[in-house]
């Protein structure tokens, strides 16, 4: 059963000695499954892009996290801890296949509000690109 929820993203970006912060601050919702929890909300777009879905799911066992974007533009991304994925990471001007390192991933959920964190690098063609951290605050309705 999904339960509404108030969600806060902060990411932050960094590559080489550069770094960049986003905050964003949506409604959307949570399910909790036997070995998840995901959470769903929407991201506008600079029109003429219409918005995207985001489905982020969260393995309870702090392995493994998935982003899936539908929409304007879509992709997936799979970060597994100590592990490198290739993902294929859609833009508007068409996709980018890139490798995705999982360095951590922590949970934490009181039935009522929860913190999720994770991090991860990026690279494309072998060559690291950036290095993410993103966590996500939620409190229940």
């Known amino acids: 059963m999904d339960r509404k929820a108030i969600i806060k993203i902060t ?3 960094r590559f080489g000695s550069d770094s ?3 905050e964003m601050t949506t409604v959307g919702s949570l399910e909790e499954t036997e070995s998840q929890y995901i959470l769903k909300y929407s991201e ?3 029109p ?3 918005p995207n879905n985001v489905r982020l799911s969260i393995g309870k066992d702090e392995n493994r996290v998935e982003m899936l974007r539908s929409g304007g533009v879509g992709s997936l991304l799979i970060i597994e801890r100590s592990k490198r994925n290739l993902c294929n990471y859609a833009t508007e001007f068409g996709g980018l296949l890139m490798g995705i390192y999982g360095r951590n991933i922590e949970n ?3 039935g009522e509000r929860g913190t ?3 991090g ?3 690279d494309v ?3 690291l690109t950036s290095q993410n951290e993103v966590t996500v605050e939620f409190k229940l309705n």
């Open 44 to 46: 506008e777009q600079e």
């Open 125 to 127: 063609n072998g060559a």
């Open 120 to 122: 991860y690098d990026i």
């Open 48 to 50: 003429p892009l219409r």
């Open 108 to 110: 934490e959920f009181d």
């Open 116 to 118: 999720f964190t994770f």
């Open 20 to 22: 960049d912060k986003i």
């Open 11 to 13: 990411g932050t970006q």
